[in-house]
């Protein structure tokens, strides 16, 4: 069960990896490309696309977490509104070659917890958008890990919090269950380092979805 505590299994993780090659790559090749091809925020026709293509795909809820009376097209008016802040955000975000580390991770941090902080005008009270920005963000960056809370239960059961795992300071603006999350997955992830196994953040994250079943 999610929440107790589990080991990491190499045959499941193997697994887990060529179920999502052979179910999931052409289709997130997909989305890979749509944020290649329309990267910026300028344009409502492209940025309604990714935000209802990814939002929608990846279960991300976003909906649920808008006031009463907004919609899926609101989050991409707003992207546009502030197209600027947007653009910058992202070019923020380290390189897909930088190494998967504390300092690039407190970066990705710093930009996911601000374009929270910007869907806020439009959210519910006490509802978070965090994994509907941190997919969005992915698929614009690959180097950005993937939340969802069936994940971060499953990881939370493999590395039960230690200072250890705290490689950087609380940027500005963090989701903290975010942080949270990125700094265990970074231990999950070198682990995997020191074993060979060429991890990419997209496989841990499937993997992390489907433990167990």
Same mark, same amino acid.
């Given at each position: ?16 990896? @060529? ?7 052409? $289709? !997130?090749?997909?989305?890979? =490309?749509?944020?290649? &091809?329309?990267?910026? *925020? ?6 309604f ?21 907004e ?19 992202? @070019? ?7 190494? $998967? !580390?504390?300092?690039?991770? =407190?970066?990705?941090? &710093?930009?996911?917890? *601000? ?14 958008t ?14 950005v ?18 200072? @250890? ?36 953040v ?5 993997y ?6």
């Open positions: 069960m999610a929440g107790t505590r589990k080991a990491f299994a190499e045959t499941e993780y193997q697994a887990a990896v @060529a179920k999502y090659q052979a179910e999931w790559s052409t $289709l !997130d090749s997909v989305h890979y =490309r749509l944020c290649r &091809e329309y990267p910026h *925020h300028t344009e409502l026709s492209s940025v696309a990714k935000v209802l293509i990814i939002g929608r795909t990846y279960s991300t809820g976003v909906q649920r977490q808008l006031k009463k009376g919609t899926i097209s609101e989050v991409a008016k707003l992207f546009v509104d502030q197209h600027k802040t947007m653009d910058n955000l992202l @070019a923020a975000l380290p390189s897909v070659r930088e190494r $998967l !580390d504390g300092q690039s991770l =407190r970066s990705v941090v &710093e930009v996911h917890g *601000h374009v929270v902080a910007l869907l806020k005008p439009i959210t519910r009270r006490s509802r978070s965090r994994a509907f920005v941190a997919k969005y963000l992915h698929f614009h960056n690959p180097i890990p993937i939340y969802d809370s069936y994940a971060n239960s499953n990881l939370t059961a493999l590395r039960q919090w230690t200072d @250890a795992y705290k490689v950087f300071e609380e940027p500005e603006n963090a989701d903290r269950e975010y942080m949270w999350y990125v700094m265990r997955l970074l231990s999950l992830f070198n682990e995997l380092i020191n074993q060979r196994l060429q991890p990419t997209r496989h841990l994250d499937y992390l979805l489907t433990m167990g079943d």
